[in-house]
């Protein structure tokens, strides 16, 4: 068990411990396991370390493992009954009262061919990755609450997803993902100078190479799970190694910290080197 004293003060997303807590009451009510994800998640696994939250957000995302489209219906009445309105997407709810939009990604049985179809005019779901992320979900203590949260490198996995979907729309995610290297190397030291200690190169030492590295093999052991979950991680990383000018993850990151390109792409490229290892 993941314990500290973080709170919900230092994790700086507003009424998350009330929204938290509704989720919470719903989710044991139905008997669903659910997962905190996306930046809230990634937030919490780098407040263990001290890394305090660099953007704030009003929404927050979870997923859910559920079987049939009729336990989402019966879930969203739950929802819609503690003031959860529902939203554009059929998967998005809006509090009036919190004034923050929460996602409830289904997936698990109810899933087909990756895909959850809300028979909406709206657009099919994609949940490539859930399974295989969730089942390495970790609870950790905020407060009185506890969180299921997918480890860092099931994050890298999810946003990758989530921004080869819609790259345009979606900057964040490489953003997130960017974040989670940085600061990667210090959050795992004992276990990189113990376990990875052979990524540490002769000469030129540069922990967020090594981090990205690291990070590439751990995804490496998520993808072994899936054919299709590999293949899409491994083209979207090889897409944008081409070329440093045709690069769009490289020149992102390099735009966001103000760095050359090159060296945006050589994290990249060592993230490929720990994926093909």
């Known amino acids: 068990m993941n ?3 973080q709170s919900y003060k230092e994790l700086s997303i507003p009424f998350f411990k009330e929204v938290f807590a509704e989720i919470d009451e719903v989710m044991i009510f139905h008997n669903i396991p659910y997962y905190l994800i996306g930046v809230s998640a990634i937030a919490l696994e780098l407040l263990r370390d001290g890394v305090k939250p660099n953007r704030g957000t009003k929404d927050i995302d979870f997923a859910i493992m559920i079987s049939s489209m009729k336990k989402y219906e019966d879930l969203s009445e739950s929802l819609i009954a503690k003031g959860f309105n529902k939203v554009k997407a059929p998967w998005t709810f809006y509090s009036t009262i ?12 109810i899933e087909e061919f990756d895909t959850i179809s809300f028979n909406e005019r709206y657009s099919d779901l994609h949940v490539l990755g859930f399974k295989e992320v969730m089942e390495n979900a970790k609870p950790v203590f905020i407060e009185e609450m506890i969180a299921q949260i997918p480890a860092l490198p099931g994050m890298i996995i999810l946003k990758l997803v989530a921004w080869s979907d819609r790259p345009e729309d979606r900057d964040n995610d490489l953003s997130d993902i960017l974040r989670i290297i ?15 200690y052979d990524t540490f190169p002769e000469d030129d030492f540069d922990q ?3 981090a990205a590295e690291v990070l ?3 995804v490496r052991e998520y993808l072994n799970k899936s054919d299709l979950l590999s293949e899409r991680i491994i083209s979207v990383v090889d897409a944008n ?5 045709t690069s769009s993850i490289a020149r992102e990151w390099a735009r966001q910290k103000d760095w050359e390109v090159e060296y945006a792409y050589s994290l990249l490229k ?3 080197k720990g994926l093909l290892d």
């Open 270 to 272: 060592a993230f490929q």
């Open 98 to 109: 919190y004034k923050v939009a929460i996602d409830i990604l289904p997936f698990g049985e």
């Open 3 to 5: 314990s500290s004293n």
């Open 182 to 196: 940085e600061h990667y190397f210090d959050l795992e030291f004992d276990e990189i100078m113990e376990s990875y």
């Open 208 to 210: 967020f190479r090594i």
């Open 216 to 218: 590439g093999r751990k």
């Open 241 to 245: 190694l081409k070329d440093t000018d």
